[in-house]
């Protein structure tokens, strides 16, 4: 029960902000409060959310995945170049688009843990393998068009009488988040935060720290899976589609409060900040805020996350002061 309310008390500050930010929007736009306006906000915020479920098993390893916004972008315009408009091409490359998630995130996993290259170079250098495979099949300017049964989940919805049509990206988020919180809860989720929150002491501990890590990673490439499927029938196709998407989902987790380094940290939590994220720059577009200035925003919050960290690390290192010896008089 106290660990439980200790949950709910460190998660409490995101879900706060999260409701300042939908009352600040309301003020501003009063229809955004009308269950349309509101599904769309979630249609929007879903691909994010869930990237940043993925990004959470990751970082509360102790490990970064930046490899998940160029995934997102050669898993659409594979899927694009591959379909090329055939329904019948649907299910066989969207269980295509699985299986290349797994073997990235195996990759990611295997490259990390059993070769101890830090995840940051692992991560950025399959980015950059990534987008140069992008860029070389397509030289800029990808080909070929996604089905309409492809765009079903990022675009359409059920419709519900006397509410409106229900995203097909919301219940997929919902799905998720809750398929997430009992993997949490879980014999592995445990044994995921231990991992984070000291190796060492894990290992000792009879964890399988490497297998562990290596599960996260592929949870990780999975997600950005499933994120790829839902924008590439809300976004289209693009070669830019998922920029930066993976800095976006880092902030989000930080934003949720899972600290930098592992080891702490609510996956609930983390997904709110992707719904505060997404919130905010709502309320900065409806005030008329350059869009130029969500990449500051991000960076902000990823520098003043990581010197919270860096910060706290210290702390926990310093050793007490020992207490004066009283000199004889």
């Known amino acids: 029960m106290r660990a439980l309310r200790d949950r709910v008390g460190a998660a409490a500050p995101v879900f706060g902000v999260l409701l300042l930010l939908l009352v600040a929007i309301a003020v501003v736009n009063p229809s955004f409060l009308e269950p349309a306006s509101l599904l769309a906000y979630l249609k929007r915020a879903a691909p994010l959310a869930i990237l940043a479920v993925g990004q959470y098993f990751v970082i509360v390893s102790g490990e970064f995945d930046l490899s998940v916004g160029s995934l997102v972008t050669v898993q659409v315009v594979v899927a694009a170049r591959l379909i090329d408009g055939d329904e019948s091409a649907t299910l066989p490359v969207i269980v295509l688009l699985v299986g290349l998630g797994l073997l990235v995130g195996l990759a990611n996993g295997l490259i990390t843990t059993r070769l101890h290259v830090p995840s940051f170079v692992t991560t950025l250098g399959m980015l950059l393998v990534l987008s140069g495979a992008v860029f070389l099949w397509t030289g800029g300017a990808p080909r ?16 519900i009488p006397g509410f409106g049509q229900v995203p097909w990206s919301a219940l997929i988020l919902i799905a998720v988040a809750a398929g997430a919180a009992v993997l949490m809860r879980s014999a592995w989720g445990h044994t995921l935060v231990a991992t984070g929150d000291n190796d060492r002491a894990a290992v000792l501990a009879g964890v399988p720290v490497a297998r562990v ?12 899976t499933v994120a790829a499927i839902l924008l590439g029938g809300f976004a289209g196709v693009s070669a830019q589609v998922g920029e930066g998407l993976e800095f976006s989902a880092i902030t989000a987790v930080v934003l ?20 505060v994220l ?29 010197a919270y960290a860096a910060r706290r690390a210290g702390r926990r290192r310093r050793p007490p002061v020992p207490e004066p010896t009283p000199q004889p008089a």
Do not use: K, Y
Request: proline fraction near 1%.
């Open 144 to 159: 070929g068009s996604l089905s309409q049964a492809f765009r079903v989940p990022g675009r359409q919805g059920i419709d």
């Open 256 to 275: 949720g409060g899972v600290v930098l380094g592992g080891g702490r940290g609510s996956v609930l939590a983390a997904l709110a900040g992707a719904l």
């Open 213 to 224: 890590r290596t599960t996260a990673f592929v949870l990780s490439a999975l997600a950005a």
């Open 278 to 306: 997404e919130a905010l720059f709502t309320l900065l577009n409806l005030l008329g805020v350059s869009g130029a200035l969500e990449s500051t925003v991000q960076g902000v919050i990823i520098i003043a996350a990581v």
